[in-house]
């Protein structure tokens, strides 16, 4: 079994920083990509961040130059530095793994910025 779990989120002011971190742990075969989503109250989730295998990243156009996805493969975590957060960022914020075995998701953790 194959667990993901995100930590990092919390109440910050707008303009300010969060970073996220989302630790695999379990039976893993090989992680391809890990991401970071969101979702907002009464909104479908989004997509944030995505990092490949290879470390190729790719960024939703409202947080390019504000985020970062990195990943360390040693420890199967994958972080998400926030700078210059907005309220809009609000969510709850889920990391998910690719792996062999499957697609995985953590129980996700709260972002929220005030104004």
């Known amino acids: 079994q194959v667990q993901l779990v995100e930590s990092g989120g919390g109440l910050v002011q707008a303009g300010g920083s969060l970073r996220l971190s989302c630790a695999a742990s379990?039976?893993?075969?090989?992680?391809?990509?890990m991401g970071w989503y969101r979702q907002a109250p009464g909104m479908q989730r989004e997509w944030v961040a995505i990092?490949?295998?290879?470390?190729?990243?790719y960024y939703e156009d409202s947080v390019k130059g504000r985020f970062t996805i990195s990943r360390d493969n040693a420890k199967n975590t994958v972080f998400l530095q926030m700078n210059s957060l907005r309220p809009e960022d609000t969510a709850v914020y889920f990391c998910?793994?690719?792996?062999?075995?499957?697609?995985?998701w953590g129980q996700g953790t709260q972002v929220t910025v005030s104004s």
């Open positions: 379990g039976i893993i075969f090989g992680i391809n990509n």
């Open positions: 990092i490949t295998g290879g470390g190729t990243t």
């Open positions: 998910k793994a690719t792996m062999s075995g499957g697609v995985y």
